[in-house]
């Protein structure tokens, strides 16, 4: 990796918000399992001739779930949607409707890391501006809901939603590029911090700024081509800053 002083003159902190600032992937995974079962329980009601079981569509929805992410496909309607035409099945809007809201009935439980509360307050002590970059929950969703829910939303600066107010979703350039103008700060002077190494530490580096990947769980390899940086916890960015 690159040396730490690449980061001398940063003057504005921009962080993912799913899995980085808050858990996300444990509750989703859990509204997942929730969704597979309600699911299963139409295509029998409704395709009694499809041989279908709950393990091999709740790994169909896991597998569609993270591929679509990834390219910031963010609607959940989209995801069920997916799964269901590869068995040739249709749902009504209804339908697609009920299985998003108790998905993010279990999913937008998320609880703040301790880390990302401490280093947020540190950050913002030592004169940082500070911003999140964040995909939209998607129709039915409300990620301002959830982002309001965080204890220190107060201290950002600018928050922007890839995917609203016709702003692209990463791994698009654009939500970076808009929330450096919104502090009227040049990319290079503007670093991202997040979990997705595509979608948040590449995407930052295509759109021009610095970014560190925050890799909780020591899962990350390759990481040169993606992060400038790499962290486990969010407080060993106070020996860079």
Do not use: H
């Not at 769980?217 to 486990?232: G, H, P, S």
Request: proline share 4%; aromatic share 12%; charged share 30%.
């Amino acid at each position: 990796m690159k040396e730490i002083n690449i980061f001398k003159d940063i003057k504005a902190i921009f962080f993912d918000f799913d899995n980085t600032l808050v858990s996300f992937e444990e509750v989703s995974v859990k509204a997942l399992e929730i969704v597979a079962r309600n699911i299963l329980n139409y295509v029998k009601e409704k395709y009694p001739n499809i041989n279908l079981n709950w393990n091999e569509l709740f790994r169909s929805l896991l597998e569609t779930s993270r591929k679509l992410d990834e390219k910031g496909i963010y609607d959940r309607r989209v995801w069920w949607e997916e799964v269901l035409n590869r068995y040739n099945i249709k749902a009504e809007r209804k339908n697609l409707y009920e299985w998003t809201q108790i998905y993010w009935s279990i999913a937008g439980n998320n609880q703040p890391y301790e880390d990302a509360l401490d280093i947020i307050e540190y950050l913002k002590r030592k004169g940082f501006k500070l911003g999140i970059i964040t995909n939209s929950d998607g129709e039915w969703g409300n990620k301002r809901q959830r982002l309001n829910k965080f204890p220190l939303i107060s201290y950002f600066d600018v928050i922007v939603i890839g995917g609203e107010n016709n702003i692209k979703p990463k791994p698009n350039p654009q939500p970076f590029i808009v929330a450096c103008e919104k502090l009227n700060l040049p990319v290079n002077s503007c670093l991202m911090i997040g979990d997705d190494p595509t979608k948040d530490c590449l995407a930052a580096k295509n759109a021009g700024l610095y970014s560190i990947l925050i890799d909780r769980n020591n899962k990350a390899k390759f990481t040169e081509l993606y992060a400038d940086f790499i962290v486990q916890n969010l407080k060993k960015l106070k020996e860079i800053f």
